[in-house]
């Protein structure tokens, strides 16, 4: 369980190269399907509303559903990857901050500053206002 907590920009990173990927995959696979069902039925759209043939009816709803799937196949695909780079960017700033941070404990440790030292200069400055 405490590994869980280790590391988080990294596992965020990871994390968001995977949604990225698969976003990507379900984006190909959605605009196909949908190219599919639309290229199949796409001549029973005009017995949409015309004729009350269901059979028809329903080969006209599979091409109208396949042409909002390719029309919404890119779109969503950008968003998802464009979510994803926001992810990474997050990741990568949790890593930079921790990096940051460990520089700077460093630093105190190698001057001397402990946190007790830094909390009394903070009350002796408090006090000299």
């Known amino acids: 369980m405490s590994d869980l907590f280790n590391n988080p920009g990294a596992k965020i990173k990871k994390i968001a190269m995977i949604c990225f990927w698969l976003s990507c995959i379900a984006g190909v696979i959605i605009l196909l399907v949908g190219f599919k069902m639309y290229s199949e039925d796409k001549k029973y759209i005009e017995y949409l509303t015309a004729y009350n043939y269901p059979t028809l009816v329903a080969a006209a ?29 997050f990741g990568e700033l949790i890593e930079k901050a921790t990096l940051a941070k460990e520089k ?24 000299k206002f």
């Open 104 to 127: 700077i404990e460093d630093i105190e440790k190698k001057i001397g500053l402990t946190p007790e030292a830094v909390e009394q200069q903070q009350i002796e400055a408090a006090l």
């Open 61 to 89: 709803q599979n091409a109208v559903l396949g042409r909002a799937m390719m029309i919404w196949a890119i779109p969503g695909a950008l968003a998802s990857m464009l979510s994803a780079y926001i992810l990474y960017g």
